[in-house]
């Protein structure tokens, strides 16, 4: 009877599963907002979702789905996920005690604009006021989903007078509302949960709440221009964004028009440092740990080379596409030329993705390099295995993010079954060693030994799961054999900072992997190197439960997704599906996900195995060999007791 249970026990199905995430995309009613006898503001129509072309729901602003669909192709790329899937954040004291205004024109509104609005403008909306001030309004502006205000002058760079104007706007119309005024470049990406920090630090310390607030990026302006500005060496705050505090906006205010017109300068960020100084004798300062930073270099692998100026003196620049840790852990990122840098840099900041880095060139722009090698010297990577597996020199392993919500152990399994008559002997297999811990397995049938069909099966796996706004998934291959004591392991796994720590937030977390093929000696001593760095970096000795997979680690047969990985994986698949090329190994796509900047680790020991050789199916026994490789202790044979 025993051995009985114990064939039972001995597992197999399921295959790999992903899920894509749009449930924080909303389509509230946009709110209005005061209105001045001087100044015009302008509400248009709200947000829909339409259909992207590679299958992805995106937010858009037109009248119709159609228009759309349209506007879609346009200006929105296909990126994994342009919102988070977590509530809105907590607000400081009062409703909305943050202005923030958005200097753009009428000719950005539909690219940079509305990639700013549909990116962090969203996620600081839950927090603050998000307006977006422009010279002047014409109907090319009617389909524009944010709050806009017209400043009746040209759209002309440098926006000297447009500045002064939002400026006297806040005084003028929102002054006894608000606590804090920010003045963001349309160019500029903001980190909203870390404003958000940032504001509650204005707000309640002491040093700030009482007397003038200044805080930006500080500047001492061109050297030519330094004895005219009259600054006497004091800063200003840079253009790139910065924050004034309700008693300094009241001290310029009825000062602006005055200080505009005695203006020395054509700059808009030095003459308002003029005022404000002018006014409250007040200098910019900054926050160490609040950083407003610029990045001037373009890179291309390992080459870096300086930004190029175009007319009227403004910049051309394509962001980097493997930003830096540094440049995550900025209030304000600056300067963002392209609306797909935008898309690309936000999924990438609310993923929390660290990606791998390219040693910086020698051969690059001398000053662009500089800059590039202080960045990379100080920034960490998700994984740091893939590191020295890619680009041959070692980056420190990032610090596991925390957790945001409470762990939760898996209930529900997907199972990968060949349709046959061995798949399903095998899914009932499974299905029984799942239920003795709890787990519920749900039957994915594909055609035994198709490539095709398995990534199709994935994709629409991960894509439901997607839909239904699930927080992981976990996937089984039918063929796959439980450790004995499955659900103890993976829930010591879950409590792990470094293990399971991605898995409870809420668009953070990666993938990890419960089993792999048995590794060589070589590949054991690699991740026996890596837990080592992990602890050692840690300190916390949990962090030899996982570790960070190598592009050689094989097995896909067992595997927790969190779904801030559902839509890589979503565009990983299509593309491969899509190609007319004979798809990869589907454990490729580890690889793929560890160099993007997710984290992507497996169990060690290991939590499922695959039958074979060293693991007979009538019974689950670890021999001496296998308990080496998979790290189990199994004196004796799995039974129904042993979980």
């Known amino acids: 009877m025993s051995r009985k249970v114990t064939r039972l026990a001995v597992l197999a199905c399921m295959g790999a599963i992903a899920l894509l995430v749009f449930s924080s995309i909303s389509s509230d009613s946009p709110v209005a907002v005061e209105h001045a006898p001087t100044i015009k503001e302008v509400m248009r129509s709200p947000k829909i979702l339409a259909a992207h072309p590679d299958g992805e729901l995106v937010p858009v602003s037109s009248h119709s789905a159609k228009a759309a669909a349209s506007t879609a192709k346009k200006i929105i790329p296909s990126t994994a996920a342009l919102a988070t899937s977590r509530p809105a954040s907590t607000k400081p004291a009062g409703d909305q005690d943050i202005v923030i205004g958005v200097l753009t024109d009428p000719d950005s509104l539909r690219t940079v604009g509305m990639a700013v609005y549909t990116t962090w403008a969203r996620e600081a909306e839950s927090f603050a006021k998000v307006l977006f001030f422009i010279g002047s309004c014409s109907s090319e502006v009617e389909g524009f989903p944010g709050k806009l205000v017209c400043l009746d002058t040209p759209d002309i760079y440098p926006p000297q007078r447009k500045v002064f104007l939002m400026w006297k706007y806040y005084h003028d119309n929102l002054l006894a509302n608000h606590k804090l005024f920010m003045k963001v470049d349309h160019d500029s990406y903001v980190n909203a949960p870390m404003l958000l920090n940032l504001a509650h630090i204005l707000l309640a310390d002491p040093k700030f709440a009482k007397g003038e607030t200044y805080v930006g990026l500080p500047a001492t302006g061109r050297v030519e221009e330094r004895k005219a500005l009259g600054l006497d060496g004091k800063s200003y705050c840079s253009g790139l964004g910065y924050i004034l505090n309700r008693e300094s906006v009241g001290k310029i205010g009825p000062h602006l028009m005055t200080c505009l017109a005695g203006a020395v300068s054509n700059h808009s960020d030095t003459e308002m440092g003029r005022c404000i100084f002018s006014h409250t004798k007040t200098q910019c300062r900054a926050l160490p740990k609040y950083v407003f930073r610029q990045v001037y270099y373009q890179q291309e692998n390992g080459m870096v080379y300086p930004?190029?100026?175009?007319r009227g003196g403004q910049m051309s620049l394509k962001f980097l596409r493997m930003p830096k840790a540094t440049h995550f852990d900025s209030v304000i990122l600056h300067p963002l030329k392209r609306a797909e840098d935008f898309y690309r840099f936000h999924?990438?900041?609310?993923?929390?993705?660290?990606p791998s880095q390219p040693q910086i060139s020698q051969e690059s722009n001398?000053?662009?390099?500089?800059q590039a090698v202080k960045d990379l010297e100080s920034t960490c990577v998700n994984s740091a295995t893939r590191q020295r597996e890619l680009f041959k020199f070692a980056l420190p392993e990032c610090p596991p993010p925390e957790k945001q919500v409470e762990?939760?152990?898996?209930t529900q399994a997907y199972v990968l079954t060949p349709a046959d008559m061995d798949g399903q002997m095998q899914f009932e297999r499974l299905q029984y060693s799942l239920q003795s811990h709890g787990i519920t397995a749900t039957r994915v049938s594909i055609v035994p030994d198709s490539k095709a069909d398995y990534y199709r099966a994935m994709y629409s796996i991960f894509r439901n799961s997607s839909l239904e706004g699930v927080p992981m998934a976990l996937v089984f291959e039918a063929h796959a054999v439980l450790h004995c004591r499955?659900?103890?392991?993976?829930?010591?796994?879950l409590a792990s900072p470094r293990c399971g720590g991605h898995l409870h937030t809420y668009q953070q977390g990666g993938v990890l992997l419960l089993g792999a093929e048995q590794p060589t000696s070589a590949q054991l001593s690699r991740i026996d190197e890596d837990q080592s760095r992990a602890v050692s970096q840690q300190h916390d000795p949990t962090a030899t439960l996982c570790y960070n997979t190598l592009s050689s680690t094989k097995g896909s047969f067992a595997a927790l997704?969190?779904?801030?990985?559902f839509g890589e994986m979503l565009s990983w698949l299509h593309a491969h599906i899509r190609s007319k090329a004979d798809p990869p190994s589907f454990q490729s796509v580890f690889s793929h996900l560890a160099e993007k900047g997710y984290i992507v680790r497996g169990a060690l020991p290991n939590l499922a195995a695959l039958p074979g050789s060293n693991l007979q199916l009538h019974e689950v026994v670890a021999t001496s060999e296998i308990a080496a490789h998979l790290r189990w202790s199994i004196p004796t044979t799995c039974n129904s007791t042993s979980v």
Do not use: E
Not at 347 to 354: A, E, H, P
Not at 366 to 370: D, E, K
């Open 307 to 310: 930004m190029k100026l175009i």
């Open 347 to 354: 999924k990438q900041t609310m993923s929390r993705l660290r």
């Open 366 to 370: 001398a000053v662009s390099y500089r």
């Open 407 to 410: 762990p939760v152990f898996p």
């Open 486 to 493: 499955f659900r103890n392991r993976l829930s010591q796994l």
């Open 561 to 565: 997704y969190h779904r801030g990985s």
